[in-house]
C-alpha cells in the first residue's frame, strides 16, 4: 500500500487538475467560440461565458456551410468522414482476423514469413509510403472517390498482431473438441472464433475509428472535390482565406461537431473496448 | 458399440522422436480399457491417435471393423471428453451439447431429446440456460460428458477427464463414470496416470512405459501377477518393495527353482503382503530385519518405513519411487512401533515376486 500523506494528496491532485485545464480549456474555448458572431469572435477579446449565436452557427455549419458558395456544408463532410472511419475500421477488422486466423490455424509454406511480412507493415504508416501509395490509388482510378479513402489504411499489421495474440490464448482442445464435433475451418472460425473475438472486434473497432476520423494528410491528398472532403480537412479550409475574414465560429462550431462522433463511439463501446484489451474471456 | 484394435501402431514425430513404439491391443465391445503410465508414457498420444486429433505413422486402428486411419476425427464416431472439458465458453450447456449434433444435420426435435435425456442422466436439467463459466468444475465435468453421450458413439474416449477436480469429486464422478458406462454399455478408453482410478474403472487395464505396453490384463490380475518391475511399482500404493538378490541367495530363498543358473534377480513383496506381528514363516516366505526411520499413519493403516539391517539394496524400479534399501510395510490400524525400534517383517511364500535382474521379466516361482 501507498502511505497516504495529506500533503502529497494536495500535490497529485493540484498537479492532475492543471493537466486537465490544459486539456479541457481549449475545447471549452471552442464551444464559447461556436456560441458568439463572428465579430465577437475577431475582436480580440474572447469572451469565457456562451453567446447567443448558437443555433444560428450550427444551424450554418451543418446545412449551409460558410459564405462563400464553394464551401460545403458540415453535413455532408460528417457524412464523408463517417463512411470513411467506418469503412476503415470495419475493413480492417476483417482483414485482421481473417489474417490472423489463417496464420494461427493453418500451417501452409512460408506461415512464418507471411506473418512476418505482415509484422513488417507496421513500419510502414501511410505518411512513409505515401507517394507509391498515390500513385497506385491514381493508377486505379480511386481519387476522389471513398474506396480511394479507406482501402490504403486498411493495409496495417495493428489488427493482425492483436487478434494474432488473442486466438493464441484460446486453448488447442476448443479445436480438437470443433473437429470432433464435425465443424470444418468455416464453422469452427464462425461458430467459436468469432463470438469469442467480440470483444477484441470492439477494441480494434474503436482504436481504427478514430485511426480513421483523425486522418488529415491522406484526405487531403486524394480528394480535389469538395463533396469528397472530410471534416477533419474541412476545418482546416475554413481557416485559409484569401481575401476576407475566416469564420471561426464556423469553424469552431465544426470543430466541436467533429469531435462529436468519435466520443461517442469511445462512450458507447466504453465497456466491451476495456474488456477486450484486459481480459481474455475463455 | 465396437471393437476397437489396434494393430502394430507407431507414432514418430518430424523431429524424430518416437512417442509410440508398435502397440497391439483389443478391447472388445463395451468393455473399460484404462491407460495408465507415468506422464511422458505416449498415453495421451495414443488416445490422440484414435481420436484422429494425431496421425498415425504406422499400423492400422479399427473401430467396429472399419480402418480408421485417414477418417477425420467427426467422422469417426467417437467422442472425447478433454482434461480441461474444452467447452465452447460463449455457448449455453444447452447448445454445448447440441452443437455436434447440429453440425450433424439432425433433425430439431431429435436433438432436443437427446440433449434432454443427458441432462436428465447427468442432473443438468435445471442448467441448461448457463454458461459454462457459471458452472462449478464438477458440473462443467458433467457438460463435458453429455456432449460426449448425446453424440450415442461408438467410442468414448476419456483425457484424463478428473485430473480437475478436487479429491472429493473426484472419487465421485469416477463412480458416476463407471456407472453410466456400465449402463450405456459403451466401449470406453479412459487415459489417467492415477492408478487408483485405473484399477477401480478398469475392465482391462493397460499399463505404458516409453512408448510401449508392459502389461495389458485385468487390474486384479496385474496386480496379483506384475510381469515387469516397472508394472509391479506402478501399480499398488505404496509401491511394491523391490529387494536385489544374488543368484545365491535366490537358491537358498527358492530352493525349488528351477533355474540352475546363478543368476541375480530381483524379489518383490508388497507392502501389504509383510506382517510384523507374525512369526518367521515356515513355508519358505521372506523374513526381514528393518529399523523403523519413518512413521505415516493414515487412521485405518499405518505405513512402517525401514532400511534393511543387512547390506543388500532395494532397487527401485523407476527412480524416485523408493530411496535404495528402504522398505515399506503396511500394518493395520494405528499402532505402530517406535522411531528406530529393530522389527521383523516377514511375508508368505505365496506373496513374493520375483524378477529377472533387469527387471524386465516375471520370473513363477
Known amino acids: 500500500m501507498v502511505e497516504h500523506r495529506r500533503w502529497n494528496d494536495i500535490l497529485a491532485y493540484a498537479i492532475l487538475t492543471f493537466g486537465v485545464f490544459i486539456v479541457v480549456f481549449p475545447v471549452y474555448v471552442a464551444l464559447i467560440a461556436s456560441t458568439h458572431d463572428a465579430a465577437t469572435v475577431v475582436n480580440g477579446n474572447m469572451p469565457m461565458l456562451p453567446g447567443s449565436h448558437t443555433l444560428e452557427n450550427y444551424y450554418r455549419a451543418i446545412f449551409i456551410g460558410g459564405s462563400r458558395a464553394s464551401r460545403e456544408p458540415v453535413g455532408h463532410m460528417l457524412m464523408n468522414s463517417f463512411v470513411m472511419a467506418m469503412g476503415i475500421a470495419l475493413g480492417k477488422i476483417v482483414i485482421s482476423i481473417l489474417s490472423a486466423y489463417a496464420v494461427v490455424y493453418f500451417r501452409f509454406p512460408f506461415r512464418q514469413t507471411a506473418f512476418w511480412i505482415i509484422f513488417v507493415t507496421l513500419m510502414l504508416p501511410v505518411e512513409v509510403r505515401i507517394y507509391p501509395t498515390y500513385k497506385v490509388i491514381a493508377d486505379l482510378k480511386m481519387l476522389d472517390t471513398y474506396a480511394g479513402l479507406i482501402l490504403p489504411l486498411i493495409a496495417s499489421a495493428t489488427g493482425t498482431l492483436l487478434f494474432r495474440q488473442f486466438f493464441m490464448t484460446i486453448p488447442d482442445e476448443l479445436l480438437e473438441a470443433s473437429r470432433i464435433d464435425g465443424a470444418g475451418p468455416f464453422r469452427f472460425f464462425k461458430d467459436t472464433l468469432l463470438p469469442l473475438s467480440v470483444t477484441t472486434m470492439a477494441a480494434l473497432f474503436v482504436i481504427q475509428f478514430i485511426y480513421g476520423w483523425n486522418q488529415y494528410l491522406w484526405p487531403l491528398l486524394i480528394t480535389t472535390q469538395e463533396s469528397m472532403q472530410t471534416i477533419v480537412t474541412g476545418i482546416k479550409k475554413m481557416l485559409t482565406t484569401t481575401d476576407e475574414l475566416a469564420e471561426w465560429q464556423l469553424a469552431m462550431a465544426t470543430a466541436i461537431l467533429a469531435m462529436l462522433p468519435p466520443v461517442a463511439v469511445v462512450v458507447f463501446m466504453q465497456r466491451l473496448f476495456v474488456r477486450g484489451l484486459v481480459e481474455t474471456e475463455k | ?365
Do not use: W
Request: contains cysteine; charged residues 25%; hydrophobic residues 40%.
Open chain 2, 1 to 365: 458399440m465396437a471393437n476397437v484394435s489396434l494393430r502394430n501402431v507407431r507414432k514418430t514425430y518430424p523431429g524424430g522422436f518416437e512417442a509410440i513404439k508398435g502397440i497391439d491391443f483389443e478391447i472388445c465391445d463395451g468393455q473399460f480399457c484404462v491407460l495408465v503410465g507415468p506422464s511422458g508414457c505416449g498415453k495421451s498420444t495414443l488416445l490422440r491417435m484414435v481420436a484422429g486429433l494425431e496421425t498415425i505413422t504406422s499400423g492400422e486402428i479399427d473401430i467396429g471393423g472399419r480402418v480408421v486411419n485417414e477418417i477425420e476425427p467427426a467422422d469417426r464416431d467417437i467422442a472425447m471428453v478433454f482434461q480441461n472439458y474444452a467447452l465452447y465458453p460463449h455457448m449455453s450447456v444447452y447448445n454445448n451439447m447440441a452443437y455436434g449434433l447440429r453440425n450433424r444435420g439432425m433433425p430439431k426435435p431429435e436433438i432436443d431429446t437427446r440433449v434432454r435425456e443427458a441432462a436428465q442422466t447427468l442432473e443438468l436439467t435445471g442448467m441448461l440456460d448457463r454458461k459454462p463459466r457459471q458452472l462449478s468444475g464438477g458440473q462443467r465435468q458433467r457438460v463435458a460428458m453429455g456432449r460426449a453421450i448425446v453424440r450415442q458413439p461408438k467410442v468414448f474416449l476419456f483425457d484424463e477427464p478428473l485430473s480437475n477436480l478436487d479429491a472429493k469429486l473426484r472419487v465421485a464422478m469416477r463412480v458416476e463414470i463407471r456407472k453410466l458406462q456400465r449402463r450405456l454399455k459403451t466401449t470406453s478408453i479412459y487415459v489417467t496416470h492415477d492408478q487408483l482410478e485405473a484399477m477401480t474403472l478398469a475392465d482391462i487395464l493397460v499399463v505404458m512405459n516409453g512408448g510401449q505396453v508392459e502389461q495389458i490384463g485385468s487390474p486384479l490380475d496385474i496386480y496379483r501377477r506384475p510381469a515387469t518391475t516397472f508394472v509391479a511399482s506402478f501399480i499398488g500404493a505404496p509401491p511394491m518393495n523391490l529387494i536385489k538378490l544374488s543368484g545365491d541367495e535366490i537358491r537358498a530363498q527358492f530352493a525349488g527353482d528351477r533355474r540352475s543358473a546363478a543368476e541375480a534377480g530381483i524379489l518383490g513383496v508388497r507392502p501389504e503382503d509383510l506382517s510384523i506381528s507374525g512369526a518367521a514363516t515356515a513355508d519358505g516366505g521372506i523374513t526381514l530385519n528393518l529399523t523403523v526411520e519413518a512413521i505415516e499413519r493414515v487412521g485405518a493403516e499405518t505405513f512402517v518405513y525401514g532400511t534393511r539391517a543387512r547390506a543388500e539394496k532395494a532397487v527401485s524400479a523407476t527412480p524416485g519411487e523408493l530411496p535404495e534399501g528402504e522398505v515399506i510395510v503396511r500394518i493395520p490400524g494405528q499402532d505402530a512401533p517406535a522411531i528406530g525400534a529393530s522389527i521383523r517383517a516377514a511375508a508368505h511364500r505365496d506373496k513374493l515376486h520375483l524378477f529377472s535382474a533387469d527387471g524386465r521379466n516375471r520370473i513363477d516361482i
